[in-house]
């Protein structure tokens, strides 16, 4: 029988593993910030969301983010050579596209190092999170899903741990007193480059319990009991986290396959001149693959008190 105790004994913070400094592609579950859907550019994307702890079919609370390190090969004029690898820096083993893109970079040679910008390097986070608001999604309201961030928001994570924005300490993750954030989201543009900017989303000031989201009634807050999930309301918790569509683990890094090995002997053949397979280089156009991929609106959750809580569940 899955034993749920890890989920309430206040030891979330042993789960935050990919916020310690260490020297991506998405997929049905993934809570996308579409600047498609804007209407007013200038307020930008608005919505509001809660990260939430891992907790595993298994009824394990596993890491509270998913850490993966991704490739991306961007051959324009070749797209059979180009595509996604996870990197094997994932699993502390050589990486041949890195070892590929320093031999072009540190060469001295003018051609190689603009070709190694057709390797383009990124470090990505996936945690759960429940859509509290989203004027321009609406229909994702209440659904746990993915969010996939980059070093952004994970800083804004870090930021609450340490208490360095109010000066109180912040586990976000936390289902007793964690923190809503609150996505602001804009388009820029950087020279030929539009991405989206996310400096200016936030964790909300108050600490909260964890909103449930009830069918037809909107939020609300689960009851506490000395600054923990009241007994009484775990199970409802258990079930409320455990009731959704995709699984983080779905997310985690995979080793090369000998399909992608041999794919990437092609790659590096081609751009360092020693392809025999016809193939003509051009020179690559410079992408900026370090972009955040995701932002929300503020609308004050309801709190219940115990009673209204429960029977909305009787």
Same mark, same amino acid.
């Given at each position: 029988?899955?034993?749920?105790?890890?989920?309430?004994?206040?030891?979330l913070? @042993?789960?935050m593993?990919?916020?310690n400094?260490?020297?991506?592609?998405n997929t049905?579950?993934i809570?996308r910030?579409?600047?498609?859907?804007?209407k007013?550019?200038?307020?930008?994307?608005?919505?509001?969301?809660r990260?939430?702890?891992?907790l %595993?079919?298994?009824?394990?609370?596993?890491?509270?983010?998913?850490?993966?390190?991704?490739?991306?090969?961007?051959?324009?004029?070749?797209k059979?050579? $180009?595509?996604?690898f996870d990197?094997?820096?994932?699993?502390?083993e050589?990486?041949?596209?890195?070892?590929?893109y320093?031999?072009m @970079? #540190?060469?001295?040679n003018?051609? +190689?190092?603009?070709k190694a910008?057709?390797?383009k390097?990124s470090?990505?986070?996936y $945690?759960y999170? +429940?859509?509290?608001?989203?004027?321009?999604?609406?229909?994702?309201?209440g659904?746990i899903?993915?969010?996939?961030?980059g070093? @952004?928001i994970?800083?804004k994570?870090?930021?609450?741990?340490?208490?360095e924005?109010?000066?109180v300490t912040?586990?976000?993750?936390?289902?007793?007193?964690?923190?809503?954030?609150?996505f602001l989201?804009?388009?820029?543009?950087?020279?030929?480059?539009?991405?989206?900017?996310?400096k #200016?989303?936030?964790f909300?000031?108050?600490l909260t319990?964890l909103?449930?989201?009830?069918?037809?009634?909107?939020f609300?807050?689960?009851? %506490?009991s000395?600054g923990?999930?009241?007994?009484k309301?775990?199970? %409802?918790?258990i079930d409320?986290?455990?009731?959704?569509e995709?699984?983080?683990?779905?997310?985690?890094?995979?080793r +090369? #396959?000998?399909e992608q090995?041999?794919?990437?002997s092609?790659?590096?053949?081609?751009?360092t001149?020693k392809?025999? $397979?016809?193939f003509q280089?051009?020179?690559?156009?410079?992408?900026?693959?370090?972009?955040?991929?995701?932002?929300? $609106?503020?609308?004050?959750?309801?709190?219940?008190?115990?009673?209204?809580?429960?029977?909305?569940?009787?």
């Amino acid at each position: 029988m899955a034993d749920f105790n890890d989920l309430f004994s206040g030891d979330l913070g @042993t789960k935050m593993d990919f916020l310690n400094d260490k020297k991506t592609t998405n997929t049905d579950g993934i809570y996308r910030i579409d600047l498609s859907k804007v209407k007013d550019k200038k307020k930008g994307y608005r919505s509001v969301v809660r990260f939430l702890p891992n907790l %595993t079919k298994e009824g394990k609370v596993s890491q509270s983010a998913i850490e993966k390190i991704t490739h991306y090969v961007d051959i324009k004029n070749v797209k059979e050579l $180009s595509g996604w690898f996870d990197s094997p820096k994932n699993f502390n083993e050589k990486c041949p596209l890195t070892d590929l893109y320093y031999a072009m @970079t #540190n060469s001295k040679n003018a051609i +190689l190092m603009e070709k190694a910008k057709c390797l383009k390097y990124s470090k990505k986070y996936y $945690s759960y999170v +429940l859509i509290l608001e989203d004027e321009q999604q609406p229909e994702l309201v209440g659904k746990i899903m993915i969010f996939q961030y980059g070093k @952004t928001i994970k800083d804004k994570i870090l930021a609450e741990k340490n208490g360095e924005i109010s000066g109180v300490t912040c586990n976000v993750f936390d289902l007793s007193a964690g923190k809503d954030f609150v996505f602001l989201v804009k388009e820029i543009q950087t020279g030929d480059e539009t991405y989206p900017d996310y400096k #200016n989303s936030m964790f909300k000031g108050e600490l909260t319990s964890l909103p449930i989201y009830i069918e037809g009634k909107g939020f609300k807050n689960v009851p %506490t009991s000395n600054g923990e999930i009241d007994s009484k309301a775990r199970q %409802t918790v258990i079930d409320f986290l455990l009731n959704r569509e995709n699984e983080l683990e779905d997310f985690e890094p995979k080793r +090369l #396959n000998d399909e992608q090995q041999a794919k990437i002997s092609e790659i590096s053949a081609f751009l360092t001149g020693k392809s025999s $397979s016809g193939f003509q280089a051009q020179k690559p156009a410079s992408n900026d693959f370090e972009v955040e991929d995701m932002v929300i $609106s503020s609308k004050k959750v309801e709190t219940a008190d115990e009673d209204d809580f429960f029977s909305d569940f009787s």
